[in-house]
């Protein structure tokens, strides 16, 4: 794998390399065509390459509006783990859709004004090339970060016994992956410079319902932006009052080593705001609804019927377009340093009862 600066400046719709094969992945497809629909818009940058036999591909990353570090931002990311396609093609129709309105809606040029969009829909195109969770060196990206949990869950928790297993983390010691460096040097230079950011990072395949996962993964322990998690839900759930999401710390549900997210969040800069979230969409649901399926690993993460697909593509617009409004408006919901205390509270009650450190 060959790794690039993180950064994004400039334009850069076209194939970097003329030895990148990505004819395979649809995903990538449809990202170059829409740099070329946006045009100067769109920033789009190769962060680094990936190797898949006779095969390599490119980690892409794309920005729309104010890249004054002073405005808020929110980061939309996908395709994290190879078979989980579904987190891609939600990030992408986000996507296609400002793209398409950009040509006449004002609004959205006003809102671009004031925020910073980050997106990267095919964090490991890779593993989804080859049809696996892991990357090529069958790594699970979202257990390489150097961060160790207190009781993580045998294997699925993340395991050092070989990558021939799932939920491989990598070698003691060894650098991350390409494509989990590119990720986090991508949202240590759009998100944590930032007095304010939110991050969404889309799965699937826990579940009968659509959960919003906040950190961490690694420990019980509330995470700093604990007050703020609590006012961005509660505004949600007045403005979205008949939402199907449950929105919770992972650690209620499972620990992990290895969470980016966890990793990222310990390296945010004093004094700003930095709330990435987790979409892991219900896959369990159109399983049930079609037990075929299971004859499929993919049907197990993705759904297989096209009109459930286009439902899904659809259900998770609304979230998107809050996570964009809540950030241009978060002086007027975050937390005063007088609130603080008592949304803290508050969460601790709706999110932790018992479990306060």
């Known amino acids: 794998m060959q790794g690039s600066p993180p950064a994004l400046h400039g334009v850069d719709p076209n194939p970097p390399d003329d030895d990148l094969l990505d004819d395979d992945l649809p995903e990538l497809a449809a990202l170059r065509a829409l740099a070329v629909e946006a045009g100067p ?16 591909f490119p980690v892409l990353a794309m920005c729309l509006g104010n890249p004054d570090p002073g405005v808020p931002a929110v980061g939309f990311f996908g395709g994290v ?5 579904i987190g891609a093609a939600v990030v992408i129709a986000w996507l296609r859709s400002l793209v398409s309105r950009l040509a006449w809606d004002d609004t959205l040029h006003r809102q671009l004004e004031s ?24 790594v699970d990206l979202m257990r390489n970060a150097p961060v160790d949990a207190e009781r993580a869950l045998a294997l699925v928790g993340g395991q ?126 159109w399983v049930r609804k079609n037990p075929r399926q299971l004859l499929s690993r993919h049907g197990l993460f993705n759904p297989q019927v096209a009109h459930r697909e286009q439902r899904v593509l659809r259900r998770h617009a609304p979230w998107f377009d809050f996570l964009v409004r809540a950030a241009i408006g978060h002086a007027r919901w975050c937390p005063t340093p007088t609130a603080r205390a008592q949304q803290h509270e508050r969460a601790l009650d709706r999110w932790y009862r018992g479990q306060r450190p």
């Open 115 to 138: 925020v910073r969009l980050v997106f990267m829909p095919l964090v490991n195109p890779g593993g989804t090339w080859r049809g696996t969770r892991a990357n090529p060196n069958g």
């Open 41 to 56: 818009a769109l920033q789009t940058r190769q962060l680094c390459t990936v190797d898949c036999g006779a095969r390599r």
């Open 160 to 285: 050092r016994l070989g990558p021939r297993l799932p939920w491989y983390r990598g070698a003691a010691g060894a650098p991350m992956e390409a494509e989990a460096q590119a990720l986090c040097g991508l949202v240590e230079s759009e998100l944590l410079g930032r007095p304010f950011s939110l991050a969404l990072d889309c799965h699937s395949g826990f579940g009968l319902v659509d959960r919003l996962w906040f950190p961490y993964a690694h420990t019980a322990r509330p995470f700093p932006w604990l007050a703020e998690v609590h006012a961005l839900a509660a505004i949600f759930e007045a403005s979205h009052p008949q939402h199907r999401y449950v929105i919770e710390p992972q650690s209620r549900q499972y620990l992990t080593h290895g969470d980016l997210w966890d990793h990222l969040v310990a390296r945010a800069a004093p004094g700003s705001v930095f709330v990435p979230l987790t979409l892991e969409m219900g896959s369990w649901l």
């Open 81 to 85: 783990h190879g078979l989980e396609r």
